[in-house]
């Protein structure tokens, strides 16, 4: 079925895009300053011309329909080039600047860099909300589809659609409860491919490259316990015989809130990075470039000794 272009608003589009990114009209509205009974009746016009619901009610707020999802793309290459060509502006006014960014960070890289950006949102920028959501295997179609505005963690991913930017190497140790009674310093490589270890769940480990490195020495390690976010390991090698690996900075910030031991690793890897991912459509966006250059300032700011 044609559709008749002029009847099409492209304020339509706009809060489409909106609800496609939120998945909750309360929220849509909220990042658009409009109230939700308009976000709802601008829909219901959507919903008339294309002749598809786009989005029906799940327990988070709204799904996206088949047609949703088959239309998204092209309506955000659409709004991106017609974007590009009306902003005139290099830099926003926090001020009265109005988003909501959906961000993936690591738990390690967030203690690191969000809390000054936080003080400048609770500072400078009131219409500025971050939420910070949990990493998955499809972080890069996340990317693509709009969901995710960007990303910083350990996961690289090669492709033309997604820029990927190196922001800072670090180091692994392996940490283990105080006075483990198997250990004895320094860890040696038999003690540590015997004893059972928590790592984080196939689907994100398997996007790192460090039980590749340490297979190709000659070393598997036992994990009978995975975790979905980083921040589970410490608990759970506090209360029992478990080890785990960690960032070094990390933890040496959280050791003693969780009576950890340090070990160095008794077998040399290469070295890890910590990279930032955004779409190509993001790159000059004024909003997501002053998000980027925060990010990268909190990492200056606060580079400890042993970081590069």
């Known amino acids: 079925m044609a559709i008749n272009l002029r009847k099409i608003d ?5 809060i489409f895009e909106a609800l496609y990114s939120t998945g909750n009209t309360s929220k849509a ?8 009974p308009a976000v709802s009746s601008a829909l219901g016009r959507l919903r008339e011309l294309l002749g598809d619901p786009l989005f029906v009610r799940s327990p988070r707020g709204v799904a996206p329909t088949n047609k949703a999802r088959e239309i998204i793309q092209p309506v955000r290459e659409a709004l991106a080039v017609i974007g590009r ?11 009265t600047y109005t988003r909501l960014f959906r961000i993936i960070v690591s738990d390690p890289l967030e203690a690191l860099v969000m809390p000054s950006i936080v003080r400048t949102l609770l500072t400078q920028a009131p219409g500025v909300q971050i939420e910070c959501v949990q990493a998955t295997a499809r972080y890069a179609e996340d990317i693509r589809e709009g969901n995710i505005d960007l990303a910083c963690f350990a996961f690289p991913i090669d492709t033309t659609d997604i820029v990927v930017k190196s922001i800072m190497a670090f180091d692994l140790v392996v940490i283990s409860r105080r006075d483990h009674p198997e250990i004895t310093k320094p860890l040696d490589l038999a003690t540590f491919a015997r004893l059972p270890q ?13 039980d590749k490195n340490m297979v190709a020495q000659g070393t598997v390690r036992r994990t009978p316990y995975m975790v979905s976010k980083i921040w589970s390991m410490p608990a759970m090698v506090q ?3 478990l080890i785990g690996l960690l ?3 990390f933890a040496e910030e959280i050791a003693d809130n969780f009576q950890l031991d340090l070990h160095d690793l008794p077998m040399p890897l290469a070295e890890q990075y910590a990279y930032m991912l955004w779409h190509v459509n993001s790159e000059n966006d004024p909003g997501h470039k002053w998000l980027r250059e925060s990010i990268m300032q909190g990492l200056q700011s606060n ?3 042993g970081i590069q």
């Open 239 to 241: 209360r029992t015989d």
């Open 10 to 14: 492209l304020n339509l589009l706009v």
């Open 198 to 210: 928590v790592a984080v769940a196939h689907e994100l480990r398997g996007l790192t490259g460090v």
């Open 29 to 36: 509205a909220e990042r658009l300053g409009m109230s939700q």
């Open 303 to 305: 580079r400890p000794a």
């Open 247 to 249: 960032p070094r900075r």
């Open 85 to 95: 060509q009306f902003t005139v502006a290099d830099s926003i006014d926090l001020a």
